[in-house]
């Protein structure tokens, strides 16, 4: 199998219309991983991080961007609130009824907003923001859209962007499928996965796009578990698109 060219299969979770027992199966088995795996553990780390730099600024703004059933920013909100941090979170998702399951979620703080949207879209506004985040999404773009995404980001009035990924890797991708049929995880979210490694950037295609992209500051970093963390620190400046 070839992993030297990203492709850009969809999965079955990029079915808008998706519901009911499958979507929710498939939503707690997202959760599942991004706990087994450390994703919670390393966005909110990233997040924590930058509001313990920032105290002046509060409650600040976070806006989840792919929020699918809210876990992201329910493991965030515990964290801070551990730390009297305050904050206000806007989850933004295409599926209305992962909205419905996010609004569900428990753990997610009341006063949260969401709403659904086509993300992927060129007509998507991009809310102000303290800080956008996404966890397992921006690799829904190609190459070339991911720059014009960050050029209309740094039209918007946010300070910091965090992108935590999933990089491309052979070693990864048998990995995770002679591993996948012992996880308590749906069929779907086994299927999806796969196509998930093989669909994601490299961190060297991502040094390339923020490069492209002029963003000043950014940075790509290797976490465990064949993950990365892209943060771009304080306003970016404005971005220059070369087609």
Not at 164 to 178: D, G, M, T, V
């Amino acid at each position: 199998m070839n992993f030297k060219n990203r492709v850009y299969q969809k999965e079955q979770l990029d079915d808008l219309s998706l519901s009911g027992k499958k979507l929710h199966q498939t939503l707690g088995s997202l959760k599942l991983i991004n706990t087994i795996f450390g994703n919670h553990k390393t966005l909110s780390k990233s997040v924590l991080n930058y509001c313990l730099s920032n105290r002046n600024k509060k409650p600040f703004h976070i806006v989840d961007l792919g929020c699918g059933g809210g876990d992201s920013i329910a493991h965030i909100y515990k964290t801070l609130h551990k730390r009297g941090i305050k904050a206000l979170f806007t989850g933004i998702d295409g599926n209305p009824e992962s909205i419905a399951f996010a609004k569900a979620n428990t753990n997610v703080p009341k006063n949260s907003n969401f709403i659904v949207a086509d993300i992927l879209a060129p007509t998507f506004s991009i809310p102000d923001a303290d800080i956008l985040i996404s966890s397992h999404f921006i690799y829904h773009f190609t190459n070339d859209d991911l720059i014009r995404f960050l050029e209309r980001v740094s039209t918007k009035k946010i300070n910091h962007i965090i992108f935590s990924e999933l990089y491309r890797s052979k070693i990864a991708y048998y990995l995770f499928k002679f591993s996948s049929p012992i996880l308590p995880i749906s069929l779907i979210a086994k299927r999806d996965g796969l196509l998930a490694i093989k669909r994601a950037f490299t961190v060297e295609e991502l040094n390339k796009i923020l490069k492209r992209s002029n963003l000043k500051n950014a940075s790509v970093h290797k976490k465990l578990w064949f993950r990365t963390l892209t943060v771009i620190p304080h306003r970016p400046q404005k971005l220059q698109y070369v087609g």
